[in-house]
Structures are given as C-alpha cells and as structure tokens.
C-alpha cells in the first residue's frame, strides 16, 4: 500500500491569513495609541478599513501564490522563504498606491499612518511567522520527523557526495532509502546505504514501493530519458543532481529558452543575499552622496571651464561586467587633445601592460591635479552606479582598448561588475606599476568577496581619498 504525505499548503495558507489579520489589527491598535500622545489625524473604527482589509487579504495570497510562497522545493532556504515576502509587501503596495492613484480612488477614509503602520508591521509579522515556522520544521526534521523518502540512481561516487549533502544539511528533510548503480565496482564504496540494484530494476521497486522522490545524478552509461519515462509512468517526482557541477566553485541559475533549460555558470560564488544587500547599498549611497555634494560638483564643473577651455566631463568606452561595454564619466582633468599628445608619450609610460600612466604627465591642467589627488574626478562615476553599470566597490573598469591587448587571464577582472574603488585604490595604486600585480589584487578581490568586504574597502577609501594617498 502506497502512503502519501499530506499538503502542508492549506496550513500555510491559513497561517498566512492568520498573519495579515493580526498585522491589520495591530496596526489599528498601534494608531488609536499614538492618538491619544499626539494630534495627527482622525480617530476611526475598525470596521472602517473591511473592504481594504478584503482587498489586501486577497491580493497578498494571491500575490504569496505567484511568487511560489505554497509550491516550495525540498532545498528552499529561508532566505528565499523571506525574500518572496519582501516582494510581496513591496509589490502589493506599489499595487495599491498606484491603485489609488489612476482610479482616482476616495481613501480620505484611509490614515496615511494606518497605511505606512501596516506595511512596517505586516512585514515584520510575516517574516517573523516564516522565520518560526522554519526553525521548528527544520528541527522536526532533524529529529527525523516529516522527512520524505527518496532513491537515488548514479554512480557509487556521485551518490555517497549526495549522502554526505544530506548528512551536513538534515534540515533539507529528505531520506535516502537506497541506490540504484550499473557499477558494481563504485558502488560498493557506498556505506550506509542499501543498494536496490542495477538501473533496470528501478521501475519494478517504485511500482511495488512508494518513494517521494527519485534522485538522479547523471552518469556515462545511463538513459536519463529512460529514466525519467519510468518515474512519469509510476507518478514519482524526480530531481537530477548534475554531480559535476557539484563539483565546480561556481555559481548557477537556471533561465527557460522557450521548451529548453539553460544552466548558467558565473566564474565566482556569490551568496544572493548579499549581492541583494549590494546593490541596495550601491543605490542608496549613491544617491545620497550625489544629493549632498551636488553644490560641490557644480563648483567643480565651474572651476573646470574657468581654468582651461573644453567641456567638463570626459567620457570614453568602458568595458563593464561579463564585456558588456558603457559609456564612463568623469570630470575633465587634461587638455582638449590630451589624446592626440598620448600617442607622443607613448614611450614614457611607466606601467607594464595595456595601461599608460607617467607620473609628471604634461596633458594634466591645474584643477586637474587637483582633483586627482583626491580622486574628486571620479565623483560623476556615482551616476554610474546609480544606473547600475558600476559598484561602489569593484575592479577599475578598463578602457575598450585595453581589453583587445590583455592576456587571457587578465579577464578574470571582468567576472563583476566594476566599481569606483577598490583593493588597487586603497594598496596606493599609483605606486603599483605592474599591471599584472594590479589584476592580481582585483582577482583577489573577486574570489574573496563579501559584503564585509566591500564595506571595510569603504572605509579604507575614506582616509586614502582625503589624505590623497589613493591617487
């Protein structure tokens, strides 16, 4: 007799209305308090806001739905539990002010304070709520509870590295119950695991046993499409586990190209939180910086027409991320022809490789220097940032025609998104004069990176920049 677990889906379902429900209340509760301290509005009653509370209920779980909050995978993290619900309460109230906004909607009714209280609050609740329930499933889990059953079918070597997957993440909630393997010689190097036989047998056990899922990690030899016939027919979900990209410090996203899947490999393991909380980071000091030192860029671009003729930003062909090239920004700190001339001190460089720098270079005006030493030149680069074909922090963008005359490693520095500053920046990068030590820090950088990273570069940058030893 086949068993089968039950749907957790209504159980989430309701404790999500439960959630939003309570959200709503308290956010009622929570303005009728701040009533009575301060005057800001208009006391009103609960059964005031129902057709918004009907509203809100329903687009939130069917926005939950869409973004596949109830149609969770096996190996869900928590972090993608909680980065759905921070898209849905983002997208939900774009929704509803927009909503508002072109119907032209009367919501005099409605408190700016009770709208702004229950965005603050709904949030906070259901993260808490999935952040809960997370931990008290991965414990049960731990514990041997609610697990799902599953066999896997591969090689012995591919097979026992997926055990020892499940052994480090028992919170993944799944059990293997056994192997299916055409080598007998690799196989028998799996421990602690049943071997159920050769491939061929696999339809006649799951038509007589009842598995949650089939677990498939490729090998030479075998008929995935077989394979995948055999668990269709017997109704069995099934998961293939590429063993040697497993294998590969790389990271991976899938993308659908019509009826095919893509895989694609990115040279360097990012953890999407982080690369989240990055741009975030990107965006909102950008912003603020270009805000607060406006008055400066405005005195700096008058300074420039003043000291010597010409426009006041230069801009030129960069190449960014994975050699997608833009267009780069700065403030003017050579001569008009300054190009023209570098071909003439072409023989004067004093950096090795693609890159030309001299130190005393004669094409640099006054104000330039200036704003070289501190680096001031780069400030219209933040506008960059705020598009979003630069970082805060990340390797030098090089020019176009740079890049035709790296070597083949060289590239590794276009593997992210480049940035203002960075480990060359902060090392004195005038005083680095091999091009290829520079990369190296760069490539440094990119295998090393983290978001603490990035901020303590920040901050090394602050000194560097005022004191101009970063120049």
């Not at 059964?47 to 995978?73: N, Q, R």
Request: hydrophobic letters at 50%; aromatic letters at 12%.
């Amino acid at each position: 007799m086949k068993a089968r677990h039950f749907s957790l889906r209504p159980l989430a379902i309701f404790l999500d209305i439960i959630t939003i429900l309570l959200s709503f209340y308290v956010s009622f509760k929570v303005r009728s308090v701040l009533l009575n301290f301060y005057e800001f509005g208009n006391v009103t009653q609960l059964h005031d806001y129902i057709y918004v509370l009907i509203i809100v209920l329903a687009g939130s779980i069917w926005l939950l739905t869409i973004f596949g909050a109830y149609k969770k995978p096996m190996f869900v993290s928590l972090w993608k539990e909680l980065k759905i619900v921070l898209k849905v309460v983002i997208l939900g109230s774009l929704i509803l002010f927009a909503g508002i906004f072109f119907l032209q909607l009367d919501v005099s009714f409605l408190p700016r304070t009770f709208m702004l209280l229950f965005l603050l609050i709904n949030s906070s609740f259901l993260i808490f709520q999935k952040t809960v329930i997370y931990s008290l499933m991965s414990r049960e889990r731990l514990k041997g509870v609610g697990l799902q059953s599953a066999v896997v079918v591969g090689d012995g070597r591919g097979v026992a590295r997926f055990l020892h997957t499940l052994k480090v993440h028992p919170e993944y909630g799944l059990k293997a119950i056994g192997f299916f393997c055409d080598d007998e010689s690799t196989a028998a190097t799996v421990k602690d695991l049943a071997a159920l036989g050769t491939v061929e047998g696999l339809g006649d056990f799951l038509h007589k046993s009842y598995v949650d899922e089939v677990i498939i990690i490729p090998e030479k030899d075998v008929n995935i499409e077989k394979i995948l016939e055999v668990c269709e027919e017997e109704g069995v979900k099934t998961r293939i586990v590429p063993d040697l990209l497993n294998r590969l410090d790389v990271n991976i996203t899938l993308d659908r190209l019509g009826d095919m899947i893509a895989i694609n490999l990115y040279g360097h393991n990012e953890k999407e939180w982080q690369i989240f909380f990055k741009r975030a980071m990107d965006i909102t000091l950008s912003s603020v910086m270009i805000l607060l030192l406006l008055p400066l860029l405005i005195a700096i671009s008058i300074a420039i027409k003043i000291n010597s003729p010409g426009p006041v930003f230069y801009h030129w062909r960069v190449m960014g991320f994975n050699k997608k090239p833009f267009t780069s920004w700065k403030f003017r700190t050579m001569i008009v022809n300054a190009d023209e001339i570098k071909k003439e001190l072409i023989k004067e460089n004093e950096m090795s490789g693609p890159v030309f720098k001299i130190k005393n270079d004669p094409r640099i005006t006054p104000i330039g220097r200036v704003l070289r030493r501190f680096s001031i030149d780069e400030l219209p680069q933040l506008f960059s940032v705020l598009k979003g074909d630069m970082s805060l922090v990340g390797p030098r963008p090089p020019l176009v025609t740079e890049v035709e005359k790296f070597e083949r490693w060289h590239g590794k520095k276009l593997r992210i998104k480049p940035g203002i500053t960075c480990l060359w920046q902060v090392s004195g990068r005038n005083a680095i004069k091999d091009f290829d030590e520079w990369v190296r820090l760069d490539v440094k950088y990119i295998e090393n990176w983290s978001l603490w990273l990035d901020i303590k570069i920040l901050f090394k940058t602050i000194p560097a920049v005022f004191l101009g030893t970063g120049h």
